[in-house]
Structure formats: C-alpha cells, structure tokens
C-alpha cells in the first residue's frame, strides 16, 4: 500500500512557476514509476509528466514539454514537477501516481498507475 500527499498548488500569474510535491508513504517507493496527471473542471484526466523508478528515465505531455521538469528523491520518498512558464491553460487540479515499473510502456494512460494523491489545485490567472 501506498499513500499519496500532493502540495505546493496555489494561484499564480500567467508565466510564473509553481513546484508541486508529492510525498509517499510506505518503503516501496523506488519500485515504482511515478506520474503527474492534471483535470480541468468538465475535462478528462490528462497525462502530464512521468519519471521511471530511479530516474534515468523521464516522458512529458507535448503541452508542457519545456516548462515542466519531473523529478524524485528516492531516499526523501518524494516527487516534484516544477512548472515554469505557466498559461491559463495550465490550470487544473494535479494528481501524482504510482505505477508498477513494469508499466512504464504505458505510463501515459491512467490505467497504468495503481496509486492516486488527493490533488491539488492549479490556477493560473491571466
């Protein structure tokens, strides 16, 4: 079992930067491959970025590729997506996932990942 805990969301300016956390429980945390989906009010789940379980391997949203930086602390338990340059397109509530490492050929798809954070909420103003 793992949980969760998303922060570091707020309200920001069109092309400022936030950096969201996400820490896990639990001492399985370097099994698994780790995600950032976002939702939008009325919208799908969409796939934002995603980092293999020790690092080496790093997979972004078209969107976001560029702005947006994926990271982990395996020995902290932690995940992080800085966002730079952000747009009002950006705003959302993020999610952080973990997937099983054999998944990683599907990591875009939500179907991939086992565990889900509560959110936490983006707003970009323009």
């Known amino acids: 079992q793992v949980q969760l805990v998303e922060s570091g969301g707020g309200l920001v300016q069109a092309g400022g930067s936030l950096r969201l956390s996400c820490a896990a429980s639990g001492r399985t945390f370097s099994s698994y491959a780790m995600g950032w989906f976002r939702q939008a009010p009325g919208k799908?789940?969409?796939?934002?970025a995603?980092?293999?379980?020790?690092?080496?391997s790093t997979y972004y949203a078209d969107s976001v590729k560029g702005r947006f930086t994926i990271a982990?602390?395996?020995?902290?338990?932690?995940?992080?997506?800085?966002?730079?340059?952000?747009k009002p397109d950006d705003t959302?509530?993020?999610y952080c996932?973990?997937?099983?490492?054999?998944?990683?050929?599907?990591?875009?798809?939500?179907?991939?990942?086992?565990?889900?954070?509560?959110?936490?909420?983006v707003t970009v103003s323009s």
């Open 72 to 86: 982990r602390d395996n020995a902290k338990n932690t995940v992080y997506l800085q966002m730079n340059s952000l």
């Open 97 to 121: 996932a973990a997937a099983p490492g054999s998944s990683w050929s599907i990591i875009v798809r939500v179907m991939a990942y086992t565990y889900w954070g509560q959110g936490t909420q």
């Open 50 to 56: 995603a980092i293999s379980q020790y690092g080496s």
């Open 92 to 94: 959302a509530v993020y």
């Open 44 to 48: 799908e789940r969409d796939f934002v």
